[in-house]
């Protein structure tokens, strides 16, 4: 298992009161649901606690499967019993809004959503240890119209449109070429951006996590 650190957890906390484990499986994905108390910060609220939860997502990159009749670094079809490192959602239940990512040892990270990878590569050492965004080989969203693989450099996203992700929140739809998503666009909603345009601001008002409704599925 990963070091403490590799737990997504908030330090400004005060005071561990429970841990529970919510779900484990064979291809070492952990969820786990902790319990925190914090001091209030409300004027004259001094002594007081507030219990608060967080979900940590331990959900280590799958190896690479020579058997698979798959390239190293080829997209490959979303395992039914993945989970999301960001959100712990299970990709494989929404495919349309699945994407991926590969280091390049081979190894492949599963998401739920284009937001979800692209959270994680802000910060890849911190979903996991021991690999750094430079490991990464190549990513892979899923075009919205007919859900190929499409590499994200190459996608164009949609932000702002009323299409909800699998986290029935805005999201980041691609397609392979600028026409579609501007048709799009038009029809839905929302302004198109390549990859180098969503800026940190735009993943935080989407992160998954500000959320947790993902902790009961």
């Not at 108390?37 to 997502?57: D, F, L, M």
């Not at 299970?90 to 959270?119: K, M, R």
């Not at 691609?174 to 601001?201: K, S, W, Y």
């Amino acid at each position: 298992m990963p070091p403490a650190a590799a737990f997504a957890l908030n330090r400004r906390r005060l005071g561990l009161t429970g841990l529970l484990v919510a779900c484990s499986g064979a291809a070492g994905v952990l969820l786990v649901r902790v319990a925190f108390a914090k001091k209030s910060t409300s004027p004259g609220a001094a002594g007081n606690t507030e219990i608060t939860n967080e979900i940590c997502v331990l959900a280590p990159p799958r190896p690479y499967d020579p058997h698979s009749g798959l390239g190293l670094l080829q997209a490959r079809p979303v395992p039914a019993d993945a989970r999301c490192p960001v959100c712990g959602m299970v990709p494989a239940h929404a495919p349309e809004w699945a994407a991926q990512l590969i280091f390049s040892d081979g190894a492949t990270q599963y998401f739920d959503s284009p937001v979800s990878l692209l959270i994680y590569l802000q910060d890849v050492a911190r979903f996991a240890p021991g690999r750094k965004a430079t490991d990464v080989a190549v990513r892979y969203v899923r075009d919205s119209r007919d859900g190929h693989w499409l590499v994200a450099e190459q996608a164009y996203f949609v932000s702002g449109s009323n299409a909800l992700g699998p986290m029935r929140a805005g999201n980041l739809p691609a397609f392979a070429d600028a026409a579609a998503a501007q048709t799009f666009a038009q029809a839905r909603g929302g302004q198109v951006l390549r990859l180098d345009e969503i800026a940190p601001e735009l993943l935080r008002r989407l992160d998954p996590r500000s959320r947790r409704v993902h902790a009961e599925h």
